[in-house]
């Protein structure tokens, strides 16, 4: 069996989809569904079980898996309850990493670009001790996925044991399917797509930094079909560990985003500018680019679709449709 933890969550559940769909019914989901309609990402899958992850310690005892996606956390970067973050994003996954270990199950987990903070130290995946305590994040989610980065890579560095496979994954911007449970977390197109679709027109930030213009702000944005390829790779490479980014190498702007929603649908922009909320100007990211090389030596060689591309077929194989999900 493969247990995908986060399993109901966007990334998860596309991974569950490719799983399914690559044959495999044999997935354990750790998540829980609550009342936002998140079931609704696995209405269309096989599974074997949804374990809580309150009950996921017992459900572990005695078992042999094939491998642990681990996806499951807090994600918001408004977070604020410092101690449920913690519980959630680190000491979990640290239990979880215990039990790879003891169990010689491999691991793959998923990291963050919001480890690399502002981005003033770049966006090197370096698995150093050194390079990852360099690294500053501006809020509790980034700290929390930074603090399990260092605890793999410290008991590395000291050669202590670990899973025979073990993969940390950056993820930069994801979009795509599956992702409409997130709220205010949703990509800007998914929150702004029935607005495209009517005309109504679409509100993007304007710029508070001399020298980029209003709606030029710019992030990785990175099509989850990409994302979910990386993940299968890993699954079938399993001499392959390390820390790796996960985005496209290629920052594109938000007004680029919109434009490619708009050609999409074959209409004419309606964009205007709005100023920045105050409460964010100070921690607001103006850039993030992933550097991919590490990824491409490690031997991935599934490339990335292209921003124009992603949106055209979010667009139109879901956005577009009664049934947006996957």
């Known amino acids: 069996m493969l247990l995908v933890t986060g399993g109901a969550g966007f990334i998860g559940s596309n991974v569950v989809a490719a799983l399914n769909e690559a044959g495999r019914s044999d997935v354990v989901v750790c998540d829980l569904l609550g009342s936002d ?6 209405a269309k899958r096989q599974l074997v079980d949804i374990v809580p992850p309150a009950e996921l310690s017992g459900w572990l005892e005695g078992r ?6 681990h996806l499951g956390a807090i994600s918001e970067t408004t977070a604020s309850d410092g101690d ?8 979990f996954s640290m239990r979880l990493l215990d039990w790879c270990t003891a169990a010689a199950v ?5 990291s963050s ?22 690294l500053r994040p501006m809020n509790l989610y980034g700290w929390s996925k930074s603090l399990f980065d260092i605890a793999v890579a410290e008991r590395r560095a000291r050669g202590e044991a ?20 997130k709220g205010s977390m949703m990509s800007v197109l ?7 679709k009517a005309g109504r027109v679409v509100q993007l930030f304007k710029s508070h930094r001399e020298g980029i213009a209003d709606g030029d702000q710019r992030r990785d944005f990175i099509y989850v079909d990409d994302v979910v390829r990386v993940i299968m790779w890993l ?30 649908l074959g209409t004419r922009p309606n964009i205007e500018y709005v100023d920045m909320p105050e409460q964010i100007r100070g921690s607001y990211q103006y850039f993030t680019q992933s550097k991919v090389d590490r990824l491409l030596r490690a031997g991935y060689n599934g490339g990335f679709t292209t921003l124009e591309d992603a949106v055209k077929a979010y667009v139109g194989n879901y956005l577009d449709r009664p049934d947006r999900f996957r």
């Open 190 to 196: 998914a929150r702004r797509f029935d607005d495209v």
């Open 64 to 69: 042999k898996l094939d491998a642990v996606i």
């Open 235 to 264: 699954v079938a490479t399993p001499e392959v560990s390390g820390l790796f980014n996960v985005g496209t190498g290629k920052a594109r702007s938000f007004r680029d985003l919109m434009l490619a929603a708009y050609a999409a």
């Open 106 to 110: 491999p691991l793959i987990y998923a």
């Open 162 to 181: 670990l899973p025979p496979q073990c993969v940390g994954l950056k993820f930069f911007n994801v979009f795509g399917p599956n992702e409409y449970h």
């Open 113 to 134: 670009a919001a480890t690399y903070g502002d981005g003033e130290e770049g966006f090197d995946d370096d698995a150093s001790v050194p390079a990852l305590r360099k």
């Open 84 to 91: 449920l973050v913690i519980e959630t994003n680190f000491r």
């Open 37 to 42: 309609g998140k079931w609704r990402n696995l």
